[in-house]
Nanobody, 119 residues
Framework: QVQLVESGGQLVQPGGSLRLSCAAS????????MGWYRQAPGKQRELVAT???????NYANYVKGRFTISEDNAKNTFYLQMNSLKPEDAANYYC?????????????WGQGTQVTVSS
């Protein structure tokens, strides 16, 4: 059974940095992307960043230049390095793995990790 477990969320001051981790247990075949999404109270879940199995990255405009997604295949873990954090970055952050095979898509989600940005 596949599980994604996020960690690293905490309270940080504006301008600070955090690194989120997403550790995968179990085997996921046909990975298309790994990514991070976030959801603030009263708002819809939104894309933060993705990385393909080939290493191509994509970032939402509101985090471009501040956040970096990366992976460590040997550890079955991927990361989100967040720098220059702003209060509007505060949200519950979810990691996602999307697998695609023969036209079918399956999404795996973690349980979320809370990031609070406040002085």
């Amino acid at each position: 059974q596949v599980q994604l477990v996020e960690s690293g969320g905490q309270l940080v001051q504006p301008g600070g940095s955090l690194r989120l981790s997403c550790a995968a247990s179990g085997t996921i075949f046909n990975i298309y992307t790994m990514g991070w999404y976030r959801q603030a109270p009263g708002k819809q879940r939104e894309l933060v960043a993705t990385i393909t199995s080939g290493g191509n990255t994509n970032y939402a405009n509101y985090v471009k230049g501040r956040f970096t997604i990366s992976e460590d295949n040997a550890k079955n873990t991927f990361y989100l390095q967040m720098n220059s954090l702003k209060p509007e970055d505060a949200a519950n952050y979810y990691c996602n793995v999307r697998a695609v095979r023969a036209g079918y898509t399956r999404d795996y989600w973690g349980q979320g990790t809370q990031v609070t940005v406040s002085s």
